[in-house]
T-cell receptor, first 116, second 115 residues
């Protein structure tokens, strides 16, 4: 089974702190994603990565950055945390499909971040 | 632009009755469609997907979904609901003509099954 792990289930930080959220997948997937989930808004894409050292902005990248130095690890960085970044953060990975297809994304358990 | 809509925030159904969770989409090319389920304080779990072929797709836990191109819909169904099906359900879409690889998710529908 594919396993996507996230470094913390719950995290409490103070405004202005630099925050690192780590995600690791064990299936050699090329693509990795960071979403945030808020009630009534569903999942919104922050950043994704096609492969090592490659990254693309999603729909809401402001206030975030990412790092992918190794294929299995994709980090989300909040440069200066703010209260409006209090949310559930979900990491996902996906392997490339062959032919006419699109593989599903596999999700980690999520990190619930509270910024005070 | 691609988008997906789940018109109902909540669906309530009695145990043993059939359930339907609605999803409509908008893409410029052909759609790849997915359903995920999220239990409390958990990540999303994949249920089923439509890529091409048979319009009726069967997935995990007895769920199925029907792709309807003319109505641009992909409703999730189950013939007989269980209390344990109570969860948050997300529909997602990917346009096969769009660059990039991320799924676009709906806002979610909370399914509540009463005993």
């Amino acid at each position: 089974d594919v396993k996507v792990t996230q470094s913390s289930r719950y995290l409490v930080k103070r405004t202005g702190e630099k925050v690192f959220l780590e995600c690791v997948q064990d299936m050699d997937h090329e693509n990795m994603f960071w979403y945030r989930q808020d009630p009534g808004l569903g999942l919104r894409l922050i950043y994704f990565s096609y492969d090592v050292k490659m990254k693309e902005k999603g729909d809401i990248p402001e206030g975030y950055s990412v790092s992918r130095e190794k294929k299995e690890r994709f980090s989300l960085i909040l440069e200066s945390a703010s209260t409006n970044q209090t949310s559930m953060y979900l990491c996902a990975s996906r392997g490339l499909a062959s032919g006419i297809s699109y593989n599903e994304q596999f999700f980690g358990p999520g990190t619930r971040l509270t910024v005070l | 632009a691609q988008s997906v809509a789940q018109p109902e925030d909540q669906v309530n159904v009695a145990e043993g009755n059939p359930l339907t969770v609605k999803c409509t989409y908008s893409v410029s090319g052909n759609p790849y469609l997915f359903w995920y389920v999220q239990y409390p304080n958990r990540g999303l779990q994949f249920l089923l997907k439509y890529i091409t072929g048979d319009n009726l797709v069967k997935g995990s836990y007895g769920f199925e979904a029907e792709f309807n191109k003319s109505q641009t819909s992909f409703h999730l169904k189950k013939p007989s609901a269980l209390v344990s099906d109570s969860a948050l359900y997300f529909c997602a879409v990917r346009d096969d003509e769009q660059a990039g690889t991320a799924l676009i998710f709906g806002k979610g529908t909370t399914l509540s099954v009463s005993s």
